[in-house]
């Protein structure tokens, strides 16, 4: 028997605290061919109309484009080894020469394409990452050479474009400067505005490679089902009136909750699904007679759930009962009288089998008008709860820091539910296509692309003279109020260091950078000795750290402060000429830094987190992979 309610009302389930613990960290993409595809988010086009002088400012003191298309090729080639780097490198540096002709741009990009066509089939993630970086740079810039060429550009609008291509496909994956950015979105803006052949052409691959989502997770069933699982045992006392006879007796009622993940290209889809049995035993009195009956009663209501990146909504529930009965036993007051009471026996027996439909039916109908209405308003309350846990938690922090995501695409199989965001600051770019990562068959997998992590750093508001306290304490901040929990990134036994300030600048203080296992730390500022009252100009450093599991634990890699190590961290003054004096002081601050924060050779970090569920319950998870590439760190936990 079908039942089903008459109103219908949504919200969130405990699936809200996966995708907080996600968004909270700053969503996986289906890489399998029976996967939803994943659509590219909308175009976020916006008019400029600041001082272009604002960013020229900012940019002044940039090496020239051959200087920064010479360093991408350098770290790409390195990435590929010897042999074939030296076969990218020229290539590159032809692709982005704006003096060279449309034909050798072209000849080089099919040169690119070919050159990296070796590494199909590589199972070497840095290969990988190497073909994937050079194909992203081959298209983008295909596309604006195409899009001149037919558009018969002049001279002013080729250097619009070719700066634009230079900036998103060069500047931005480098150094992740919004100053870049920025100017690479005006450029795009003037283009869509004045140039529509050459827009046609690069939009495209604008949108797929550097302003695609750039945060991914997947759910797998299992996982999903751990979420909202839950196992009941209720016991109860039989009293009432039932086809004339009164009914005494007990019962036993055992539910399970879990989840049915079903396939949906628009939005991320489930079966929210309660099974349960109920088992009674119960004498029915109606003179002469009294029935002694057995039930064993299935029932299941599926509530199906959609999850659109932001809140869930559902739809009516539907209840299905099978009712059985099975008589145990039958006596009459007539039972010791000979041949009589085998009669009544007899017929009493008859009147039951004759009932027996009947008394199922209403068996099914009790069972309905009191498992229905109660799943109902639990579920409701407890999407409800969830809600606003999510709003008042995670969601109302992110705007507030105006780190919140505007683009959502959600998806789901019939085993994994994926959904994907896009978060980036005013005029920033995004992500590109994410690298291959299979989801995972009982945990949670995520990809967080490094414009999302650099979004996060700029709401931070680190700029100008701070000292290491100020920063620690911001990021603190930050991370408390989006985990609603105490956050500390300092041994409280360590003595404060209050005799060196940071001097960054007003943008791109701090920016991070994914490569393969590592992620580098890049600072753009001076220092502020205050002991000595002296002032290191502001250098852009970079600072690698490396992430990595080794023997189920994942391990922190500080960089080498050792006469060799410190030598490769290499201070490129931002403001003004540098010189051996400068670069010596800014080098032995940074090694002074980094002594301080990195007392060992190996840092290991717990691989365990706890996700809060949407009734205040947590949940214990374990990374079980953690990898870096290509802009990307992605993990799987279980």
């Not at 999302?452 to 100020?470: P, R």
């Amino acid at each position: 028997m079908n039942f089903s309610p008459k109103n219908n009302r949504s919200g969130s389930l405990a699936l809200a605290a996966a995708v907080s613990l996600f968004w909270s960290t700053q969503s996986l993409a289906f890489q399998d061919a029976a996967s939803p595809t994943l659509t590219v988010p909308t175009d976020p086009s916006e008019a400029y109309e600041k001082d272009p002088k604002s960013d020229e400012d900012l940019l002044k003191f940039d090496p020239p484009v051959e200087s920064r298309v010479a360093v991408d090729a350098g770290r790409i080639a390195d990435a590929a080894g010897t042999e074939l780097g030296a076969k990218l490198t020229p290539l590159l540096a032809t692709l982005f020469n704006a003096e060279k002709s449309d034909a050798d741009r072209l000849k080089a990009a099919e040169g690119l394409k070919e050159a990296v066509r070796e590494l199909d089939g590589d199972e070497d993630r840095a290969k990988q990452s190497v073909s994937r970086q050079v194909l992203r740079r081959v298209r983008m810039a295909e596309a604006a050479i195409s899009g001149l060429r037919d558009s018969n550009a002049d001279k002013d609008v080729r250097k619009l474009v070719n700066d634009f291509v230079v900036r998103a496909a060069i500047d931005s994956e480098n150094g992740n400067r919004l100053a870049h950015m920025e100017l690479a979105r005006r450029h795009f803006e003037k283009i869509r505005r004045n140039h529509p052949v050459v827009y046609g052409r690069i939009q495209p691959v604008l949108m797929e490679e550097y302003l695609n989502y750039n945060l991914h997770f997947v759910v797998s069933e299992p996982i999903l089902t751990r979420m909202v699982s839950d196992f009941r045992t209720e016991t109860g006392n039989v009293a009432e009136c039932i086809l004339g006879a009164w009914v005494t007796g007990c019962q036993v009622t055992d539910t399970m909750i879990r989840a049915d993940i079903k396939p949906s290209l628009t939005t991320g889809a489930f079966d929210l699904i309660v099974e349960g049995r109920t088992m009674s035993n119960t004498k029915g009195h109606k003179s002469p007679a009294v029935v002694y009956t057995r039930g064993n009663h299935y029932f299941s209501i599926v509530k199906p759930t959609y999850f659109d990146g932001q809140k869930l909504t559902s739809d009516e529930p539907v209840m299905d009962v099978r009712a059985h009965n099975q008589t145990v036993g039958v006596s009459t007051k007539y039972d010791r009288i000979p041949i009589i009471g085998g009669i009544a026996n007899s017929i009493a027996q008859d009147e039951v089998a004759k009932k027996k439909q009947q008394s199922e039916a209403i068996a099914a109908r009790k069972i309905a008008d009191g498992a229905l209405p109660r799943f109902q308003q639990e579920v409701l309350q407890k999407f409800d709860e969830a809600n606003a846990n999510m709003e008042s938690n995670l969601l109302s922090n992110l705007r507030k820091r105006n780190i919140a995501p505007g683009d959502y695409s959600a998806r789901s199989s019939e085993t994994h539910l994926a959904v994907s965001s896009r978060t980036l600051g005013t005029g920033a770019l995004s992500g590109a296509t994410p690298p291959s990562l299979e989801p995972p068959r009982r945990g949670i997998a995520v990809q967080m692309h490094q414009s999302a992590m650099n979004a996060a750093i700029d709401s931070l508001g680190i700029s100008g003279q701070m000292t290491v306290q100020q920063v620690l304490d911001r990021i603190e901040v930050a991370l408390e109020e989006l985990t609603q929990k105490d956050v500390s990134l300092r041994d409280s036994d360590a003595a404060k260091d209050d005799k060196t300030e940071f001097d960054f600048e007003e943008k791109d203080g701090i920016r991070v950078r994914f490569e393969e296992n590592r992620v580098i730390f890049i600072l753009r500022t001076g220092f502020y000795q205050k002991d000595k009252d002296r002032r290191i100009p502001r250098h852009s450093f970079e600072i690698p750290i490396g992430l990595e599991f080794q023997d189920g634990e994942l391990v922190l890699i500080p960089p080498k402060t050792d006469t060799k190590g410190i030598l490769s961290i290499k201070p490129q003054a931002i403001e003004e000429k540098s010189s051996l004096r400068t670069i010596v002081q800014a080098r032995a601050i940074a090694k002074e830094l980094l002594d301080k924060m990195f007392k060992e050779e190996k840092i290991k970090i717990d691989p365990t987190v706890e996700v809060k569920m949407g009734d205040g319950q947590k949940m214990k998870m374990k990374a079980t992979t953690v990898e870096m590439s290509d802009g990307w760190v992605q993990g799987i936990l279980e």
